[in-house]
């Protein structure tokens, strides 16, 4: 993965850049603020191997300091998608503009022309917030969650 920091300067103020060890335990309490305790999230272990595994991009996004949001884009080298696996954003901090900023920087960082994410029906605000960024519904994976849930799975082809 190829560092990176840019600086935006926009509603919500932040900087984007390229996570590393030392926001792990950050990254773990942002995605069980988000998404639970869903046995998909990621452990330590699998945030340190993202980390240095070379095929996945880890964006932190900081504000005042603090990282308040991540994305994860992961390149399997089988598959002909990017895979948007995560992004999470503080709880408090939602509709200010970082989870659009980490999607636009996932979006230009995503090595493929087609990226793919899953999302829970039932997550409406996530389904809006993909589709008026350029996804569209692209089918469905049957219990995919281990609730039995299915996901939606979503598409975006960049230009």
Not at 79 to 89: E, G, K, M, Q, S
Not at 101 to 120: I, N
Request: a positive charge; charged letters at 30%.
């Amino acid at each position: 993965m190829a560092a990176f920091e840019r600086r935006r300067t926009d509603r919500a103020e932040m900087t984007l850049r390229t996570a590393c060890d030392s926001d792990v335990d950050v990254l773990l309490s942002l995605q069980r603020e988000a998404f639970g305790e869903d046995p998909h999230c990621l452990t330590r272990e699998g945030f340190e191997a993202f980390l240095i595994g070379g095929r996945t991009d880890v964006i932190a996004a900081e504000r005042g300091g603090v990282v308040v949001g991540y994305a994860v884009l992961n390149n399997r080298p089988f598959r002909p998608w990017t895979a948007l696996d995560y992004i999470a954003v503080k709880t408090s901090l939602r509709g200010g503009g970082i989870g659009e900023a980490l999607l636009a920087e996932a979006m230009t960082l995503a090595r493929r022309r087609t990226v793919r994410l899953f999302v829970r029906p039932t997550n409406r605000a996530a389904i809006r917030f993909y589709k008026r960024h350029g996804f569209d519904r692209s089918g469905i994976r049957a219990n995919n969650y281990a609730d039995g849930e299915d996901a939606v799975i979503m598409t975006r082809r960049r230009p």
